[in-house]
């Protein structure tokens, strides 16, 4: 399998979510037509402190801190496989096995993080 060229970048928590399989729709404001495997990008952007302690009780993250979560760096990658309007579905999250900072500046949204 190739390997991808696309990266979403998005906050944490909700990255962490999306590698643990928890999260399988990342609303954004339109549809998409990619249909691949995709980069997960962990922002360097935080949340308010109260927002992020409860998107990680909603999401029944307890083992690890929202401060101690990856920032900057590639986390992993996941399928996008569909979308309907601003929902996109995920699934089959991989996590990298090592974290890797992007070589390009990443995006709001999509960019190429490598090469």
């Known amino acids: 399998m190739s390997q991808p060229t696309r990266?979403?970048?998005?906050?944490?928590?909700?990255?962490?979510?999306?590698?643990r399989g928890i999260k399988q729709i990342e609303y954004r404001s339109s549809a998409t037509k990619i249909r691949e495997r995709i980069?997960?990008?962990?922002?360097?952007?935080?949340y308010?402190?109260?927002?992020?302690?409860?998107?990680?009780?909603d999401y029944g993250i307890t083992d690890v801190a929202c401060d101690d979560l990856p920032r900057g760096v590639i986390v992993g990658t996941v399928e996008l496989h569909?979308?309907?309007g601003g929902e996109w579905y995920?699934?089959?999250p991989q996590?990298?096995?090592?974290l890797?900072?992007?070589?390009?500046?990443?995006?709001?949204v999509w960019f190429k993080p490598f090469g």
Not at 39 to 46: S, T, V
């Open 7 to 19: 990266a979403l970048s998005i906050r944490q928590p909700h990255a962490e979510a999306i590698m």
């Open 39 to 46: 980069y997960i990008y962990a922002g360097l952007g935080r």
């Open 48 to 57: 308010d402190a109260n927002d992020e302690a409860e998107w990680m009780d």
């Open 82 to 84: 569909d979308s309907n």
């Open 90 to 92: 995920l699934r089959r």
């Open 95 to 98: 996590r990298a096995t090592t």
């Open 100 to 108: 890797r900072k992007p070589e390009n500046r990443a995006n709001p």
